[in-house]
């Protein structure tokens, strides 16, 4: 009933979803972890065929940049990036070693994608999506599991696996690790953001984990000034 405000999709393939990322208040974005990810505007819960864009490897992880352009991160070893209004091929496809289930693009620098490699590739890479460069690049010493920006830029959170299952804060210019949190016995495979930005929620071993990774302080040079966040984690 609309009285409840739910919206039921028939999607084209009876797999479970799990992926689901908005990509604005209309359309929502899922995938079953399959090949296909699909498109479905809010707008219109009655479509049976939404738009759909096809991968010959496994979905592991989308991001969107803002505009038209969708970033699609692949058990394949690849992070592709597409153009919304063409489904036919990729407009780029950026090779890593090892699976990508890591994605975030710049809130500041919307040509600016962060990826995050796996356990054959723990690398931090940042790409221009201008160009399909790879402008700077850090190793951490486990897979890469999560990527969240924080809001006022400039500093990025990395949840992490195998090997050392921990969390840690990078500046977001130079991708030099500027603190860390120790290791727990279970990988962090899920996270998010709180609204505004100071705590993270990761998956732990059958629980989820809230902790404050940074802090509110006030810009003084700014009338107006907007909240400036400040790393937590020593």
């Known amino acids: 009933p609309a009285s409840t405000g739910r919206i039921a999709y028939k999607r084209s393939k009876a797999c479970p979803s799990g992926i689901l990322r908005w990509k604005n208040q209309h359309v929502l974005c899922t995938s079953d972890y399959g090949n296909i990810v699909e498109l479905h505007d809010t707008r219109e819960p009655q479509r ?8 010959e490897e496994r979905t592991c992880a989308v991001h969107f940049t803002g505009g038209n352009t969708m970033v699609v991160g692949e058990n394949g070893n690849t992070v592709k990036v597409w153009d919304l209004r063409n ?4 407009l780029l496809e950026l090779n890593h070693d090892s699976a990508v289930r890591a994605l975030c693009v710049d809130p500041f620098q919307r040509h600016r994608l962060l990826t995050g490699g796996g356990r054959y590739d723990p690398v931090l890479r940042a790409w221009d999506l201008r160009t399909g460069h790879c402008m700077k690049k850090s190793k951490p ?20 696996g195998f090997t050392n299952n921990n969390i840690a804060l990078w500046d977001s210019n130079t991708l030099s690790m500027v603190s860390y949190s120790p290791g727990s016995d279970t990988r962090h495979l899920f996270a998010a953001s709180s609204p505004d930005g100071t705590v993270l929620a990761y998956s732990g071993r059958e629980c989820i984990v809230f902790q404050k990774v940074f802090e509110k302080r006030m810009r003084k040079r700014k009338k107006r000034g907007r909240d400036c966040l400040m790393p937590m984690i020593r």
């Open 87 to 90: 489904d036919r091929a990729p």
């Open 48 to 55: 049976v065929m939404p738009l759909q864009f096809y991968s």
């Open 141 to 160: 010493s486990s897979q890469i599991t999560n990527i969240v920006c924080s809001p006022c830029g400039g500093t990025l959170c990395t949840t992490h």
